[in-house]
């Protein structure tokens, strides 16, 4: 039978058996054994296991949004293209980390805060693109992009 061990900066885990002593004396100290979890959707209450409520998926989506999700600007590309965002054309261009001509009215729509050249700087020198990126956000709203959909180029699945 598994035993549960919690520690309050590494979180839950649990062994198939009874771990040998010289393992438990490597542990973390602070670590407890707990009671085995009883299935997913619990977490250690101090005490006791308590189930948490499923949160909505605006909760959801929002908990991603604060995580900074990203994806590589080839994922980032690809999913641009499937979307009709960009044409094969500025697919291409933008994945070799130029920027795309149908981008370049952006440019000069971004906020004062970000400088058309740094933006264009920025992308041909990165191999990610985030989620809550100043300049992904421009070229969602120059495109008449929801944030659902910024959302789904980023990897976010309904």
Same mark, same amino acid.
């Given at each position: 039978?598994?035993?549960?061990?919690?520690?309050?900066?590494?979180?839950?885990? &649990?062994?198939?058996?009874?771990?040998?002593?010289?393992?438990i004396?490597?542990?973390?100290?602070?670590?407890?054994?707990?009671?085995v979890?009883?299935?997913?959707?619990? %977490?250690?209450? $101090?005490? %006791?296991?308590?189930? &948490?409520?499923?949160?909505?998926?605006a909760? &959801?989506?929002?908990?991603?949004?604060?995580?900074?999700?990203s994806?590589?600007?080839?994922?980032f590309?690809? *999913? !641009?293209?499937? !979307?009709?965002? =960009?044409?094969?054309?500025d !697919?291409?261009?933008? *994945?070799? $980390?130029d920027?795309?001509?149908?981008?370049?009215?952006? +440019?000069? *729509? +971004?906020?004062?805060?970000i400088?058309?050249? %740094?933006?264009?700087?920025?992308?041909?020198?990165?191999?990610r693109?985030?989620?809550l990126?100043?300049? +992904?956000?421009?070229?969602?709203?120059?495109?008449? +992009?929801t944030?659902?959909? =910024?959302?789904?180029?980023?990897?976010?699945?309904?």
């Amino acid at each position: 039978m598994g035993k549960g061990y919690f520690h309050p900066l590494r979180g839950y885990w &649990q062994t198939t058996g009874e771990p040998p002593q010289n393992i438990i004396d490597g542990y973390p100290e602070g670590t407890v054994e707990v009671p085995v979890k009883p299935r997913i959707g619990y %977490e250690w209450g $101090g005490s %006791e296991w308590v189930e &948490q409520r499923a949160s909505s998926n605006a909760e &959801q989506r929002a908990a991603w949004r604060a995580s900074a999700p990203s994806v590589t600007r080839t994922a980032f590309v690809l *999913a !641009a293209k499937r !979307a009709g965002i =960009l044409t094969a054309e500025d !697919a291409i261009i933008a *994945a070799k $980390g130029d920027w795309p001509d149908s981008f370049t009215p952006i +440019l000069d *729509a +971004l906020p004062d805060n970000i400088d058309p050249l %740094e933006a264009q700087i920025i992308w041909a020198a990165t191999d990610r693109v985030y989620r809550l990126d100043p300049v +992904l956000i421009a070229i969602g709203e120059h495109l008449s +992009l929801t944030p659902e959909s =910024l959302d789904s180029l980023i990897g976010w699945a309904d």
